[in-house]
């Protein structure tokens, strides 16, 4: 197949979604695909692109490792210029491809934008359509849905910019921007001074955030495949809390997959994950997160519709133990996502 994989963008993901971009395009590569790795921001403005399959160059050379800390969005806003979304070339691209492979994170990728521009194209894509992405990405909203699905999730709060922070906030708590992800903009706090001054920070992000109740236990992941999920993972990380650094930097984290819990709660949190697939009306796959306290009471934090693929990434590692390497994982992906469009 002719396949376009996208990546980069201009969320603060961006250096995540280009090492997904270019894991994924080295896969297929390797399973025998004419492959284009495309940054959808800067585009390709090298010349004529109207057979760009059969150009004889290493996509993905130029990309490097990921940093500790989230990249300059306005720097490369102004590296490339001009206006608009979609770099040069994207889209008439996209055109030429028979799937393009989603390898975008966080907001105006992982938000139902960009997925609603490519189904405007007519252009398939892998992963869940427009809705599913939207709902998924607002966490605020998720966690209104999770509450009328009983699915059990933090309490907490939504807050716009100007709102007051409630009096009844229980600390410790956590902020975090609404729409953000790889836990850029997460903030643990211990009162409300501090949960003050987070919100500030957050709203550096997004303007709406989350202020939600603290829960002290293990964290766990739950890869979902056309609905049903894979098994489970527990993240442990060697130092504070599993935030951007700890998540990309190799070593940073203990990671055990399947996860050591009873037959009991794996299988109640694997229906919790199937749960929250079909409550936020999302297609194809997605990754759940959860925390469950002291008691082994679950809570369930927010759903990802275009989970991570570079070498430290969780859902990866879920597929591996059910017999899917990361090569085979690609074409699974793609081949749930076609049936979209049947």
């Not at 490519?118 to 252009?123: C, N």
């Not at 442990?236 to 037959?263: H, M, R, V, W």
């Not at 109640?268 to 409550?279: G, L, P, S, T």
């Not at 927010?302 to 070498?311: D, R, S």
């Amino acid at each position: 197949m002719k396949i376009v994989v996208l990546a980069g963008g201009t969320s603060t993901e961006r250096d995540v979604s280009l090492i997904t971009g270019k894991m994924v395009y080295h896969a297929l590569k390797e399973n025998g695909h004419q492959v284009v790795l495309l940054d959808v921001f800067m585009g390709y403005d090298e010349g004529d692109c109207s057979d760009i399959f059969a150009l004889q160059k290493d996509w993905a050379e130029t990309i490097e490792a990921i940093g500790e800390s989230d990249p300059d969005i306005e720097a490369i806003k102004q590296k490339r210029g001009g206006s608009g979304f979609f770099g040069p070339n994207v889209i008439d691209i996209c055109h030429q491809a028979d799937i393009v492979f989603m390898g975008l994170h966080g907001e105006n990728g992982e938000d139902g934008r960009v997925q609603a521009a490519l189904d405007l194209e007519g252009i398939k894509y892998t992963g869940t359509g427009p809705l599913g992405a939207a709902v998924s990405m607002d966490k605020g909203l998720s966690k209104q849905i999770f509450s009328g699905a009983n699915i059990p999730t933090p309490q907490g709060y939504t807050l716009k910019m100007g709102d007051k922070l409630p009096d009844d906030v229980m600390y410790p708590a956590v902020v975090k921007a609404c729409n953000g992800g790889s836990s850029v903009g997460v903030y643990m706090v211990k009162d409300a001074a501090e949960c003050e001054k987070a919100i500030v920070q957050a709203q550096t992000y997004d303007s709406q955030v989350i202020v939600e109740q603290y829960i002290k236990g293990r964290e766990f992941s739950v890869g979902v495949i056309e609905g049903k999920a894979l098994p489970i993972i527990e993240i442990a990380p060697l130092e504070g809390f599993y935030d951007y650094k700890n998540k990309y930097q190799a070593g940073s984290a203990i990671e055990t997959c399947p996860a050591e819990l009873s037959e009991e709660l794996t299988l109640k949190m694997q229906d919790y994950a199937q749960k929250v697939f079909e409550a936020l009306h999302i297609e194809s796959y997605a990754r759940i997160d959860f925390m469950m306290n002291e008691d082994g009471e679950m809570f369930c934090l927010e759903a990802n519709t275009l989970p991570g693929m570079t070498p430290t990434s969780l859902l990866p590692q879920e597929a591996k133990e059910i017999g899917y390497d990361f090569n085979k994982l690609c074409e699974w992906l793609i081949e749930v996502s076609l049936r979209k469009y049947e």
